[in-house]
């Protein structure tokens, strides 16, 4: 089953501000970490990924944050703007020998003009 | 490069016919996956391939069948169509590295009456 799940199915955003979108995730032994955004009718789009030896990671305009004591994943948006309007998935490698990545459900964020 | 690509971007079966679904990648990845993407499930792994000529099942794998023949393409198909697999399909790929990005397609459409 899965073992990755984010807690909210949709986010709604206020053009300007920060959003968050969370993540949790069961198995200790997961190793690595991606977010992933898709725009309607169209296939996922890597956003940011993250080793499980860090705690934070920065890209444009985007932060993931990972906290493996409660086993929660986070990813932050600064100043959604209108295109950010998606839905955003998290995903894991559940060990270092897994071929394969799980994925949540997703969160659909909407913006607010 | 063109990435991902996926053949047909849409189709539609009656139930019990046959068809291929086409993925090609030109990034020289060794890894290939094949998700299908229902309303508020997520992505689920249908098969996958570590290599050329190697395949192995996924999560919900009954009903289709898969073929590496080339490194660059990984093919999807469907013997018997049925209205269960009525879904989005994705096709994925990834390099043959710990910590890499998994690479989508834009998806292919399939309705089964």
């Known amino acids: 089953g899965e073992s990755v799940g984010l807690h909210l199915p949709t986010l709604s955003v206020q053009e300007g501000d920060n959003s968050i979108i969370n993540c949790a995730y069961s198995?200790?032994?997961?190793?690595?970490f991606i977010w992933y955004k898709q725009e309607s009718g169209k296939g996922p789009q890597f956003i940011i990924d993250?080793?499980?030896?860090?705690d934070k990671r920065q890209g444009q305009r985007v932060t993931v944050l990972l906290n493996k004591t409660v086993k929660h994943l986070s990813l932050q948006i600064a100043a959604t703007q209108p295109g950010d309007s998606a839905v955003y998935f998290c995903?894991?490698?559940?060990?270092?020998?897994?071929?394969?990545?799980?994925f949540g459900a997703g969160t659909t964020v909407t913006v607010r003009a | 490069n063109a990435g991902v690509t996926q053949t047909p971007k849409f189709r539609v079966l009656k139930t019990g016919q046959s068809m291929t679904l086409l993925c090609a990648q030109d990034?020289?990845?060794?890894?290939m996956y094949w998700y299908r993407q229902d309303p508020g499930m997520g992505l689920r792994l249908i098969h996958y391939?570590?290599?050329?000529?190697?395949?192995a099942k996924g999560e919900v794998p009954d009903g289709y069948n898969v073929s590496r023949l080339k490194k660059q393409n990984f093919l999807l198909g469907l013997e018997s169509a049925a209205p269960s697999q009525t879904s989005v399909y994705f096709c994925?790929?990834?390099?043959?590295?710990?910590?890499?990005?998994?690479?989508f397609g834009p998806g292919t459409r399939l309705t089964v009456l």
């Open positions: 993250i080793r499980s030896n860090m």
């Open positions: 990034m020289n990845h060794e890894y």
């Open positions: 198995n200790s032994a997961s190793d690595y």
């Open positions: 994925a790929s990834r390099a043959g590295l710990i910590y890499s990005e998994q690479f």
């Open positions: 995903a894991e490698r559940r060990s270092s020998n897994d071929y394969k990545l799980s």
């Open positions: 391939s570590v290599g050329e000529g190697t395949t």
